[in-house]
């Protein structure tokens, strides 16, 4: 069982740290491709790279947090991870990097507030997966995702703004 423990935080760990490294390069390949005011064919292949990574991310992390979910079902462990806040706050940050992911997609939000969205979001459950957090509940939780999205949007609309401008 202990090696089932490491195997499964191991895959959290990495999935979350390949998501939020995943968003850092998204970000910076999206500033250097619309710099110039069009995305050619190399720099899609770029972002279409960075998008397939934080897929590979996603999965990774989904794969261990679910393996750890079973795993301490079935061996009975005392502390079931279900039944903590930091796993139903990791569960909604998830939901909301899927849907903010859907719904660019789907161009039912401004790709600054999705960006925002997901760029949060995985640093939010990098931060979780690491323990680098006080103890919060989920209400919190969301308060604190909403500012982080909303402060990481109005950085990036100011960052594109200014190359926009010099470009």
């Not at 903590?84 to 998830?94: D, E, P, R, S």
């Not at 006080?134 to 190359?163: D, E, K, N, Q, S």
């Amino acid at each position: 069982m202990n090696t089932l423990t490491l195997l499964f935080t191991l895959m959290q760990a990495a999935g979350a740290v390949v998501g939020a490294g995943g968003s850092v390069f998204a970000e910076l390949f999206y500033l250097r491709a619309v710099k110039d005011g069009a995305i050619d064919e190399a720099e899609r292949a770029h972002l279409s790279t960075v998008a397939g990574a934080l897929r590979i991310g996603m999965l990774i992390y989904l794969i261990g947090s679910v393996g750890m979910v079973i795993m301490s079902f079935a061996y009975l462990t005392p502390l079931q991870p279900a039944l903590t806040h930091t796993y139903w706050i990791q569960a909604g940050l998830v939901f909301a990097i899927l849907f903010f992911a859907w719904a660019l997609s789907r161009r039912l939000v401004s790709f600054t507030v999705g960006s925002a969205g997901v760029f949060a979001g995985w640093w939010f459950i990098t931060f979780l997966v690491f323990e680098k957090l006080p103890a919060i509940t989920f209400g919190a939780a969301v308060g604190i995702y909403l500012v982080a999205t909303a402060v990481v949007a109005a950085f990036l609309y100011y960052v594109r703004t200014l190359l926009r401008g010099s470009a």
